[in-house]
């Protein structure tokens, strides 16, 4: 539980918790994490259905131009984001954790039923792409605001030695979301048949994603304001205005420094190539250059995913005893060291031993950074500025690598015609992120600020 020896809390310091703080934290880790699980199953439904959607919105007779005008619609998510983390980052900062998360659930909610109420464009023409694009911006917005605030409200809920291990929830949530989204597409598509998906079908995991909402809501609407927040708000309320006319003490918050955020764009650039090779290039890689069937690719990732998704909690409450920097630098040198010579092996053999053996590593090696990642990203920030200083240093990174990820790694092998480019690419990334996580600070041991 939340400890504080002194009777009375020291500036800055949490506000003292009762002895119910243990439901109140599980609560807390309840409500961000399921919260966050839909904010990216509705997220990633509509990549699992790009093809169909393609077909419905952007009717062509080339398929493959449908399916880029499809992906370009899913690539305006991730432009949306950064808009999101700044305008929800800096609100957290204001008017507390709790009120954004809130906030962008039921954004999140509405963007998706949108989407599954949208007429296709042979009933409403051209307009039918652009309410598209419309509500995927408002998705991208949303989940923009989204991640860092969770990570927020986790990591200051935790008790002063188990941030790692309460902050990998965020991961959790991010992995179990995406691999609900597949699940359920998965599920409809064998249920209602290829022909009755395409007609209509496609809409019910948004409908599905948009109902449970109200459920995430009630339960996020139950949980308290972290202590740390609750802490630094009434500091500020308590400060003496600067002078007649000043803005309320309570709405004055400083923006983050712009060390802390180029050293979060940085730790972030190395956490989102990573992350988004795994989670959603590996199953393109092993389809196009290892002659690995769409559905063997499938179920690779499925079992890779829950695999990884079970390492996450468990990394996590490993950098609370050894430390952050331990680990981080470990996934750093493995993608390095290890990947090449693994993936060179996979192109002489048709193993399904070897295969999965391979993408799991690939797996093991992401949980060693990706665990402790939240709770490190969240030290780098006093509770003042956190939730804006990393929406902007996180959602940068996420655009700039992690989103044009699988196209850098297509471009690539079209560029080099070595159908091990990408792993290379993750190498060399890997590489530059070996100086930046030498340089950082251990946090695992200080006091949140």
Known sequence: MLENSASTPSAGAPAPV?????????????????????????????????????????????????????????????????????????????????????????????????????????TIGAVAPLVLVVCRLLQGFSAGGETTTAVAYLVEWAPPRRRGFFGSFMQIGSAVGLLTGSLVVALCTAVLGETSMSDWGWRV?????????????????????????????????????????????????????????????????????????????????LQREFDVSGSAALWVNVVSLVFYTCLIPITGALSDRLGRKPLALASAVAFIVVPIPLFHALTGTSSTLALYGTVLAVGLFLSLFTGPAPATLAEFFPTANRSSGMAIGYSLAAVV?????????????????????????????????????????????????
Do not use: N
């Open 18 to 122: 009762s002895p119910q703080a243990p439901p109140l934290q599980r609560r807390a880790v309840v409500a961000g994490t399921v919260g966050h699980a839909l904010e990216w199953f509705d997220f990633g439904v509509y990549a699992y259905l790009a093809v169909i959607i393609a077909a419905q919105f952007f009717p062509s007779e080339d398929p493959t131009a449908s399916l880029l005008s499809s992906l370009a619609v899913f690539g305006v998510g991730f432009v949306a984001r950064p808009l999101g983390a700044l305008y929800f980052g800096r609100l957290g900062d204001r008017r507390g954790r709790k009120a954004v998360l809130l906030t962008t659930l039921m954004l999140m909610a509405v963007a998706t039923l949108g989407i599954a109420v949208t007429p296709t464009y042979a």
């Open 205 to 285: 995991p948004f409908v599905i994603g948009g109902l449970l909402a109200p459920i995430a809501y009630l339960i996020r609407r139950s949980t308290e304001e972290t202590p740390h927040f609750t802490a630094a708000q009434d500091e500020r309320e308590a400060a003496p205005a600067a002078g007649a006319g000043a803005a309320p003490a309570a709405r004055r918050v400083a923006g983050p420094r712009s060390s802390s955020v180029v050293r979060a764009f940085l730790f972030s650039s190395f956490w989102s190539v990573t992350f988004y090779f795994f989670l959603t290039y590996m199953p393109t890689l």
């Open 401 to 449: 690598f992690g989103g044009f990820t699988p196209y850098v790694c297509t471009w690539l092998i079209d560029v080099t015609g070595q159908p091990l480019a990408p792993v290379y690419y993750v190498a060399a990334i890997s590489l530059l992120a070996v100086p930046v996580l030498l340089s950082q600070r251990e946090t695992a041991r200080t006091e949140m600020r």
